[in-house]
Each structure stands twice: as C-alpha cells, then as structure tokens.
Nanobody, 112 residues
Framework: QVQLVESGGGLVQPGGSLTLSCAASGFIFSNYAMSWYRQAPGKERELVAFITSFGSTTYPDSVKGRFTISRDNAKNTLYLQMNSLKPDDTAVYYC??????WGQGTQVTVSS
C-alpha cells in the first residue's frame, strides 16, 4: 500500500550541501501534508521540516535558513535541500506521512 523510499544521503563536509528525496506511492500524494524527521544516536526522533498539501512550510530554529522542504506533486516526490551542514546534522533522515507512515531512512553524515 503506502510506500515511502528515501534516497540521497551520504557523507559531506561541514558547510557542504546535500539533497534528499522521498519517492511516495500507494496514496494520493497531493492530498497529504508531508514531513522530514531525523534521529541522531542517543536522541529522540525530531521534526526537521513540514510542508502542507498546498506548499506552506514550517521549520524548527535548528535548521531554519539552512534547510528547504519542497514537493513535486506530479512526480509524487518530497525533497529536502540541506545547506551549510553542521556535524550536529548527522542523523538518519526519515520521510513521513500522517498518521503513521515512515520510510526506511537515509543516513546523513557531516564530518571532516
């Protein structure tokens, strides 16, 4: 049924950029708000970015001004553009659709 598949993670130097993608299937993508979460070792999963079905976005202060969430409803794809990356951004990043649908996650490592 509902499937969310993340891609685009990897190793990047501090100050670098990375773009994550989430391919969605099994539902009418354009009807749903979507979000990105991340989970670092020893920490709880936290919201990184949120986007409504019509494109309004919300970010926590920790990533505001550096990360941009977007969506292409024609391609059923969610994106997260990450700029000015910091070591604290190192985590597994997950795509999410309410109420309880998650992707498998993609690892982002920010290190010299």
């Amino acid at each position: 049924q509902v499937q969310l598949v993340e891609s685009g993670g990897g190793l990047v130097q501090p100050g670098g950029s990375l773009t994550l993608s989430c391919a969605a299937s099994g539902f009418i993508f354009s009807n749903y708000a979507m979000s990105w979460y991340r989970q670092a070792p020893g920490k709880e999963r936290e919201l990184v970015a949120f986007i409504t079905s019509f494109g309004s976005t919300t970010y926590p202060d920790s990533v505001k001004g550096r990360f941009t969430i977007s969506r292409d409803n024609a391609k059923n794809t969610l994106y997260l553009q990450m700029n000015s990356l910091k070591p604290d951004d190192t985590a597994v990043y997950y795509c999410r659709r309410a109420p309880n649908y998650w992707g498998q996650g993609t690892q982002v490592t920010v290190s010299s």
